[in-house]
């Protein structure tokens, strides 16, 4: 089964359900009409047998909402940690951008970019989150992409930024990295995508090698092990490894903003969300039925 995160075309933050990738359902949608309230949902992770979901109202910034539901069908609200009156003075008003799960923790990084915020919060149980450690700064940049593997979590953003945190509650910056768009974890190592064909390894997140760069316009915007190879997709190319450092180059026929893999099928979304493409490759893909009065312009994953 296939889930996914975004929105209703005229606003609402919804939580879509698929068996194929192709044919989506909305299942929840954040209805309510006064704040707080989530006009997009960002993202979405499963762990520990809960599903969680992150979201915030796009408009100015605030209302942070989670959400959690054990069948991916049937979701409920978690606690949130602004309210609207907060966000419109921008006292903290922040949207959840990515969540993750790793060693029975639940992770959350958001921001309001257009005002400085940055944060991160957690949770054990994917229901009751900790209040934010919130930071103001134009200069750092917000989280978009959590990943877990090994012993840690990894997260990546904007300004090249990458954090580092090995229980979830405390979190590191890493200096001198590059500059990545798209993380995955496989054979004991994190992999890091980035503008023009970069692909990167490092095994803690503070140290990365780069194995491939200087492919124009190719934007890696997804690392995925399928469990036989991990597959870097990107802008209009698919590279493929065996151990994250050598790679073959294929060019394809599609240019995703958003890709995951699940039951012998790559599904991939365009920027906006309402165009999907489906391969057995990641090379050769074929267009799918559109999205209609909504989209599905958050995060993409695939359960069994």
């Given at each position: 089964m296939?889930y996914a995160?975004g ?7 919804s ?5 194929d ?7 929840y949608?954040d ?8 006009s997009?949902?960002y993202d979405?992770?499963l762990g520990?047998g ?7 109202h ?8 989670f959400?959690y539901s054990?069948?991916?069908r049937?979701?409920?609200e978690g606690?949130g940690?602004?309210?609207?009156k907060?966000?419109?003075r ?7 951008f ?28 994917g229901?009751?989150?900790t209040?934010?450690e ?8 917000s989280?978009?992409q959590?990943?877990?593997g ?10 090249s930024?990458v954090t580092?945190?090995?229980d979830?509650r405390?979190?590191?910056d ?9 993380i995955?974890?496989?054979g004991g190592?994190?992999i890091g995508?980035?503008m023009h064909?970069l692909l990167?390894t ?8 780069i ?7 190719e ?16 802008i ?7 151990d994250?450092?050598?790679w073959?180059?294929d ?7 958003r890709?995951c893999?699940g039951?012998?099928?790559f599904?991939a ?5 309402t165009?999907?493409?489906y ?7 074929t ?5 209609e ?11 069994s």
């Amino acid at each position: 089964m296939f889930y996914a995160a975004g929105q209703l075309a005229r606003g609402g933050a919804s939580i879509f359900v698929s068996p194929d990738g192709l044919d989506w359902e909305i299942v929840y949608t954040d209805r309510r009409k006064k704040s707080p309230k989530a006009s997009r949902m960002y993202d979405l992770a499963l762990g520990d047998g809960l599903f969680v979901a992150g979201g915030g109202h796009t408009s100015h910034g605030g209302d942070s909402c989670f959400y959690y539901s054990e069948n991916g069908r049937d979701w409920t609200e978690g606690s949130g940690f602004t309210k609207s009156k907060d966000a419109k003075r921008f006292d903290f008003g922040a949207s959840v951008f990515t969540v993750a799960h790793g060693d029975g923790r639940y992770v959350a990084h958001g921001g309001a970019p257009a005002h400085g915020w940055y944060f991160h919060c957690g949770s054990d149980d994917g229901q009751e989150w900790t209040p934010p450690e919130k930071k103001k700064s134009f200069r750092i940049g917000s989280i978009y992409q959590c990943v877990h593997g090994g012993d840690r979590f990894i997260g990546i953003g904007g300004h090249s930024r990458v954090t580092i945190s090995s229980d979830g509650r405390s979190w590191e910056d890493a200096k001198d990295v590059p500059p990545l768009i798209s993380i995955g974890y496989a054979g004991g190592q994190f992999i890091g995508g980035g503008m023009h064909g970069l692909l990167a390894t490092s095994s803690d997140g503070f140290e990365w090698k780069i194995h491939n760069n200087d492919q124009i316009g190719e934007h890696i915007k997804a690392v995925i092990d399928t469990g036989s190879e991990i597959v870097a997709v990107g802008i209009e190319v698919t590279y493929r490894s065996q151990d994250g450092i050598n790679w073959t180059r294929d060019l394809s026929n599609a240019r995703p903003a958003r890709v995951c893999y699940g039951d012998g099928r790559f599904i991939a979304l365009n920027g906006r969300g309402t165009k999907v493409y489906y391969s057995s490759d990641a090379i050769e893909w074929t267009r799918g039925p559109d999205i209609e009065d909504a989209f599905i312009n958050g995060g993409l994953i695939h359960s069994s």
